[in-house]
């Protein structure tokens, strides 16, 4: 018998069936696929991958054919194998099991090629992106061409090839392609033209025309994008004319568009960028929503409840840690070890806060205590017991008001939107400093996506994540594919605020932190001359008449905008109090700089110390239970915050510092061979009366004794 490829797979050339015959006269028939045993007047048949029971033995010696019984049943041996027809049956169950083995799968790859091949060609076609979820509906339940073949004996393998038809062989081929090499090759295509069909609307959806890589980010609608953004980058910009190509392109309608941003601030630029933007184009906004977290959460309860609720009155205005004094009061009180009475309250209250940002139950917070050394202790117990009496206690007052707190708003939200997947009613969603997400905020993002057809816009910049404190997991944004599933990162890495000294000078400051996501920024505007700049003081008491001397030098270049940029908010105290005229002069803590910028950027007091920069105020180890896990880097988040202040500027960064009290991030400032050392001349601070700027500025430096040296 000789066995060839056909369609449909085995067959024999032959009509006539393939009898092997053993003695004492049992025979083996195998016919149209089927192997038919008789020994005496006992008949049993084997078919497919029940064939596998069968195989070429020896028994005392000698081949003999082996039936195993089913589910480990008896087992029986018949003699009287010879060794041609032992290799012919060996052979013949081996072709039969292999093709059994892999007959389903292939029939379905053979279904899904053209399916596959459709997509792609279409989607070309038409320039639309393909996304990852269409893919992976087409893929769905295909084996690999590596995992199928792993279900075979090596005998099996080497028999596949003769069983296969030619349909069936294309199959296993398509099942060992690189199917997302394939979109991506596509996409990449896709991409090349619509920037080129689109190059008139990509330059003008925006005042200034977008970068390719800020229009790259646009067009890559795929159903999870993490947008990488480094500061300055216009990723506003990036958002804005999303929501116009996707409207433009009919993608999707505006009413189905959701932009979700961190403050009402951010929320109502977004709103009168796009208003502006979509308008001046001719493009319909109407409907297209953007809001705050909050405000969208409620909106959902409202929906779903048939009402919003009201946000109880003793969470807003600053309240919340009278409330919480006043709920432990109702709990008998406590004495917590090392715990002051007026600190309780505040740290039972931002405990509570990280407890519902994190979703955390009793178990789990407990589970965290008996993980944690150093904390499986009594002060721990003691402090959780008062913790859940309060924690009940408030949970008992918003029910009898009927409201609810911020937290516990976003997480009905989500509630309500993994319940009723009818309420998720929008099909681009898009998400504003995503590296300040905590995990309520996640969950609630996660809850808005359809298992297929939402797409999703993620953009922050983990260099930036400086909010841990208020319930930010950076993990969220990290490991971003594990959170909301397989996604694609975009990068925008020109930033349009600094030059290219600052944006040097920051990126090898903070990306000393291996673990954070590499980028490298570029500044669109290049290279200005003027480098960060480090003025070192004999003595704090001369840092006030240093930047007084430094702010007259600024004024000479004209009209400015200067923003002194402070660790904590009493380092205003060390600004002048006379400004000189021509500089606009703004006081804020670099947590409230996020999202600005100015033309010159102060650091007034980067010290060491408790109050210095990095801060070396510790939290109390007690909400390690309750907050996202720490960056074992050191000063991993000051860092992030140190960075956030040198991008805001977009001419020139001076940190100030005292001799002998230099903080550790002006030590590293110091070995950076692109930043420039000012040392102020003791003689020249003491001839400083009151406020007077006589302290020489960078520009006149050498007529006053200043000395300048580059540290590399």
């Known amino acids: 018998m000789r066995w060839s490829p056909a369609v449909g797979g085995l067959r024999q050339d032959c009509p006539v069936p393939q009898t092997w015959t053993g003695r004492p006269g049992w025979t083996l028939t195998l016919e149209a696929g089927r192997l038919t045993l008789r020994d005496g007047e006992r008949v049993d048949t084997f078919a497919g991958t029940d064939t596998a029971r069968l195989r070429v033995g020896w028994w005392w ?67 639309r992106w393909i996304a990852y979820d269409d893919v992976s509906a087409v893929l769905a339940g295909l084996p690999r061409r590596d995992a199928l073949l792993a279900t075979l004996t090596i005998a099996e393998r080497d028999a596949l090839p003769a069983t296969l038809s030619e349909s069936e062989a294309r199959a296993l081929a398509f099942l060992g392609e690189d199917h997302r090499g394939h979109v991506a090759a596509a996409n990449a295509e896709i991409a090349r033209r619509e920037l080129a069909a689109g190059k008139q609307f990509f330059a003008t959806v925006e005042k200034s025309p977008l970068t390719k890589e800020q229009a790259r980010a646009v067009v890559t609608l795929d159903n999870r994008v993490r947008v990488v953004a480094a500061a300055g980058s216009g990723k506003t910009s990036v958002m804005v004319a999303r929501a116009a190509y996707a409207i433009r392109r009919g993608f999707v309608d505006p009413d189905r568009v ?38 969208f959460g409620l909106s959902v309860i409202g929906e779903a409840a048939g009402r919003k609720p009201r946000i109880a009155p003793f969470v807003e205005g600053g309240r919340d840690v009278d409330k919480v004094r006043e709920l432990i009061a109702r709990a008998g009180g406590a004495e917590i070890e090392g715990v002051a009475r007026k600190e309780l309250a505040p740290l039972v209250r931002s405990f509570m806060s990280h407890v519902k940002a994190n979703g955390l139950t009793r178990e789990e917070v407990a589970r965290r205590a008996s993980l944690t050394p150093g904390l499986d202790v009594a002060r721990t117990r003691a402090f959780l017991d008062l913790y859940w009496q309060v924690h009940d206690l408030w949970q008992e007052d918003l029910r009898a008001a009927r409201a609810v707190d911020f937290d516990d708003m976003l997480t009905m939200a989500a509630e309500h939107l993994e319940r009723d997947p009818g309420l998720a009613r929008w099909d681009l969603v898009m998400v504003d400093e995503f590296q300040d997400t905590s995990r309520a ?21 983990d260099w930036q994540a400086i909010n841990r404190f208020a319930g930010a997991d950076l993990s969220v944004m990290t490991d971003f594919d594990a959170v909301f599933g397989p996604a694609l990162t975009r990068r925008l890495e020109t930033t349009f605020r600094s030059p290219q000294e600052i944006a040097d ?67 205003e105290k060390l600004l002048p109090s006379r400004r000189p005229s021509g500089l606009t002069v703004n006081f804020r803590t670099v947590h409230r700089s996020k999202g600005l910028e100015a033309d010159h950027v102060i650091l007034p007091n980067v010290t060491t110390g408790r109050y210095g920069f990095p ?84 520009s006149a430096r050498s007529e006053a004794g200043t000395g300048t040296l580059r540290r590399g």
Do not use: W
């Open 441 to 461: 905020r996640a969950r609630l993002v996660r809850a808005l996506l359809r298992p297929r057809g939402t797409y999703l816009l993620a953009v922050g910049d």
């Open 505 to 571: 000078a920051a990126g090898r400051f903070v990306s000393r932190n291996h673990a954070q996501i590499a980028k490298t920024v570029r500044a669109a505007r290049g290279a200005s001359g003027t480098p960060v700049t480090v003025v070192r003081v004999p003595r704090k008491g001369d840092l006030t008449a240093a930047i007084a001397a430094h702010l007259a030098g600024l004024a000479d270049d004209g009209d400015a905008t200067v923003d002194v940029l402070g660790r904590y908010s009493f380092d």
């Open 615 to 698: 801060g070396s105020i510790q939290e109390d180890p007690l909400l390690a239970l309750a907050m996202p896990g720490a960056d074992p880097f050191e000063h991993a988040e000051e860092r992030r915050l140190f960075y956030v202040a040198l991008t805001r500027a977009r001419r020139s960064v001076t940190v100030f510092t005292v001799a002998g009290r230099e903080s550790p991030f002006v030590e590293e400032l110091l070995e950076d061979p692109g930043v420039v050392v000012r040392e102020v001349d003791p003689r020249a601070v003491a001839e400083v009366a009151g406020e007077s700027p006589s302290i020489p500025t960078q």
């Open 61 to 127: 010696f000698r081949r003999c054919l082996v039936i195993d019984g089913p589910a480990h049943g008896a087992r029986r041996r018949l003699p009287g194998l010879n060794r041609r027809d032992g290799e012919a049956i060996r052979t013949t169950l081996a072709r039969i099991v292999a093709r059994a083995k892999v007959r389903d799968a292939l029939a379905l790859a053979a279904a899904r090629e053209p399916v596959f091949a459709r997509l792609l060609e279409t989607r070309v076609r038409t320039q």
């Open 258 to 295: 959701l932009m979700l941003a961190f403050n009402a601030d951010a929320a109502a630029e977004l709103r009168e960028r796009l208003e502006a933007r979509l308008g001046a184009l001719g493009l319909p906004h109407e409907g297209v929503e953007a809001a705050t977290f909050h405000s």
